[in-house]
């Protein structure tokens, strides 16, 4: 098997042209180059080098052993080179996993926010129900997902990123529009357009239910949210969603949004990513900005809409800063 050491020192020893010159540029002794040359020439069966005084020639087994030294010391070069871009995240690929509703209401900016710190990493995202999203991370698909915690998976961690308001969606005309707010009792008879199985929403949703030992009367199914909420304003049932989703449809007058009685109710979303895994670089990169983004943070829930509006005010304030500087 070929000694890439002495392959490396009969490099040096031909570029140099000089056994003396080559112990130099490797920082070992000139009997040792004349050791390994040796060596490597034992291991060939034929010389590498003549010799005339103290001068060296190559042999012509030794030039064309040289054309693949060039080669793989060249390659060697572009792979510490890619090492390092890799370590200062001048390259490199993050993989992050979400839910519908954070890939259309947060991920955006986010995803934005770190494309500017680090220009030179790709990004993929990748959307679907908070359990397969945490079925991803086994799968090695993903990284890292962002997401509300749908079941207990072994080998998991999940760690509190925020608290996304529920209300109750109803069209505009629906006699349930006028209330401020509403005890999960009122809706009996009421067509409930749910979740899908496997997101967090549906979770939690079912457990609410349960714990006020109702059962809704399920219309439908459906994974896609933007679906759910063109079905409820044109009246075809009521569904309950994370307050931030509905947003626009509300202060637009297509949707009502009405808080639940009592306390606020929370859908627990989650920073998720495989327990005991180290992380590439970029993921590492994505999660500190995700830690920035929730250091100073008061005790009170925070959700999409909080954050949105630190990044946004953050990127203010740094054009704020190039501004005076000029």
Same mark, same amino acid.
């Given at each position: 098997?070929?000694?890439?050491?002495?392959?490396?020192?009969?490099?040096?020893?031909?570029?140099?042209?000089?056994?003396?010159?080559?112990?130099?540029? *490797?920082?070992?002794?000139?009997?040792?180059?004349?050791?390994?040359?040796?060596?490597?020439?034992?291991?060939?069966?034929?010389?590498?080098?003549?010799?005339?005084?103290?001068?060296?020639?190559?042999?012509?087994?030794? %030039?064309?052993?040289?054309?693949?030294?060039?080669?793989?010391?060249?390659?060697?070069?572009?792979?510490?080179?890619?090492?390092?871009?890799?370590?200062?995240?001048?390259?490199?690929?993050?993989?992050?996993?979400?839910?519908?509703?954070?890939?259309?209401?947060?991920?955006?900016?986010?995803?934005?926010?770190?494309?500017?710190?680090?220009?030179?990493?790709?990004?993929?995202?990748?959307?679907?129900?908070?359990?397969?999203?945490?079925?991803?991370?086994?799968?090695?698909?993903?990284?890292?997902?962002?997401?509300?915690?749908?079941?207990?998976?072994?080998?998991?961690?999940?760690?509190?990123?925020?608290?996304?308001?529920?209300?109750?969606?109803?069209?505009?005309?629906?006699?349930?529009?006028?209330?401020?707010?509403?005890?999960?009792?009122?809706?009996?008879?009421?067509?409930?357009?749910?979740?899908?199985?496997?997101?967090?929403?549906?979770? *939690?949703?079912?457990? *609410?239910?349960?714990?006020?030992?109702?059962?809704?009367?399920?219309?439908?199914?459906?994974?896609?949210?933007?679906?759910?909420?063109?079905?409820?304003?044109?009246?075809?049932?009521?569904?309950?969603?994370?307050?931030?989703?509905?947003?626009?449809?509300?202060? %637009?007058?297509? *949707?009502?949004?009405?808080?639940?009685?009592?306390?606020?109710?929370?859908?627990?979303?989650?920073?998720?990513?495989?327990?005991?895994?180290?992380?590439?670089?970029?993921?590492?990169?994505?999660?500190?900005?995700?830690?920035?983004?929730?250091?100073?943070?008061?005790?009170?829930?925070?959700?999409?809409?909080?954050?949105?509006?630190?990044?946004?005010?953050?990127?203010?304030?740094?054009?704020?800063?190039?501004?005076?500087?000029?």
């Amino acid at each position: 098997m070929l000694n890439f050491n002495q392959f490396r020192v009969f490099y040096h020893a031909a570029r140099q042209g000089n056994f003396t010159q080559a112990a130099e540029k *490797l920082f070992i002794s000139q009997p040792a180059v004349t050791a390994q040359i040796k060596a490597f020439e034992e291991y060939c069966g034929f010389k590498v080098f003549k010799k005339k005084g103290r001068n060296i020639w190559l042999t012509q087994e030794g %030039e064309t052993l040289l054309k693949y030294a060039e080669s793989v010391f060249s390659l060697e070069k572009d792979i510490e080179h890619t090492v390092e871009d890799l370590r200062e995240l001048k390259r490199g690929v993050l993989r992050i996993g979400t839910s519908k509703t954070y890939a259309r209401y947060f991920m955006p900016l986010m995803l934005s926010t770190f494309h500017r710190k680090y220009p030179k990493i790709s990004i993929e995202l990748n959307e679907g129900s908070s359990l397969e999203m945490t079925h991803s991370l086994l799968e090695l698909k993903n990284e890292v997902a962002i997401i509300a915690k749908a079941e207990e998976v072994p080998g998991i961690r999940f760690n509190p990123f925020s608290q996304e308001e529920m209300v109750m969606i109803v069209a505009p005309d629906h006699p349930l529009a006028l209330k401020k707010e509403i005890d999960l009792s009122e809706l009996e008879g009421e067509a409930f357009i749910m979740k899908d199985r496997g997101s967090g929403t549906r979770r *939690l949703v079912e457990r *609410l239910f349960s714990e006020s030992g109702l059962k809704p009367d399920i219309l439908m199914e459906v994974s896609n949210t933007e679906f759910i909420k063109q079905l409820v304003s044109r009246g075809d049932g009521i569904s309950l969603l994370v307050r931030e989703s509905v947003v626009v449809e509300v202060s %637009e007058g297509k *949707l009502a949004a009405i808080p639940l009685k009592g306390d606020k109710v929370y859908l627990d979303v989650s920073i998720a990513y495989i327990e005991g895994q180290q992380l590439s670089p970029p993921a590492k990169a994505f999660l500190d900005i995700l830690e920035k983004l929730q250091s100073g943070r008061e005790i009170t829930p925070q959700g999409i809409g909080a954050f949105t509006a630190k990044i946004l005010a953050e990127q203010r304030a740094a054009v704020g800063k190039r501004g005076d500087g000029e």
